[in-house]
């Protein structure tokens, strides 16, 4: 069974520019959540997908990040215009819809630079 | 608000040194907590979780126990190895299948042979 994946692996853009992230969730997986680790901190939580509708967006720092997931399987993350401190590696994580399993799986994330 | 502290790094061990990283947490109610491991050009994987109270979780030699009177989940493994050298991210969840991590600022850990 294929794992989450991203992509792009890495992306270098400059400020100002537009970004746009991609994350494919393991396959009926209807929970899937974006995290964002900037340099050597905490990883942190964005928001939270159940199928196509946003659970929680706590997490979304500012208006310039659009997360969308039509048709509740794959994910993007837009960051409109990007700003320096919006460099940091964007994880994706997925999980099956059950009260029993605490576990996310993560993909192997996007490191974005923004210069 | 849910927190996670742990060690910070890096870490540098020689091979088959003991191995410790401290953890402790905040969290209302009863989280359930994990380590999770990044390898050189990886992404996250879940190394090991315990989901109440004086469990023990385990896996590939590394241990760490949910102590709640103390609000700690360190992880041990008693012989690293050069293929150990990673990220170790300690985390928390509500229970709950569809919680939200809250994660540690990560622990570097370099074993040279």
């Known amino acids: 069974e294929a794992g989450v994946t991203q992509f792009p692996s890495h992306s270098v853009i400059e400020k100002g520019q537009t970004v746009t992230l991609r994350c494919d969730p393991i396959?009926?997986?209807?929970?899937l959540y974006w995290y964002r680790r900037v340099m050597g901190k905490e990883i942190k939580f964005l928001l939270h997908?159940?199928?196509?509708?946003?659970?929680?967006e706590s997490g979304m720092p500012n208006n310039r990040f659009l997360a969308e997931r039509t048709g509740g399987t794959y994910s993007t993350l837009k960051v409109q215009p990007a700003e320096l401190e919006d460099s940091g590696v964007y994880f994706c994580?997925?999980?099956?819809?059950?009260?029993?399993?605490?576990?996310?799986?993560f993909g192997p994330g996007t490191r974005l630079t923004v210069l | 608000g849910n927190s996670v502290t742990q060690m910070e790094g890096p870490v540098t061990l020689s091979e088959e040194a003991f191995l410790t990283i401290n953890c402790t947490y905040t969290?209302?109610?009863?989280?359930?907590l994990f380590w999770y491991v990044q390898y050189p050009g990886e992404g996250l994987q879940l190394l090991l979780k315990?989901?109440?109270?004086?469990d023990k979780g385990s896996n590939k030699g590394f241990e760490a126990t949910y102590r709640k009177e103390t609000t700690s989940f360190h992880l041990e493994k008693g012989s690293v190895q050069v293929s150990d050298s990673a990220v170790y991210f300690c985390?928390?969840?509500?229970?709950?299948?569809?919680?939200?991590?809250?994660f540690g600022t990560g622990t570097k850990l370099q074993v040279i042979p």
């Open positions: 985390a928390l969840s509500d229970q709950g299948g569809y919680q939200k991590v809250t």
């Open positions: 396959s009926g997986h209807d929970n």
């Open positions: 315990a989901t109440k109270a004086d």
């Open positions: 969290a209302t109610g009863y989280p359930s």
């Open positions: 994580a997925s999980s099956p819809w059950t009260d029993l399993n605490n576990e996310q799986f």
């Open positions: 997908f159940v199928k196509e509708s946003k659970q929680d």
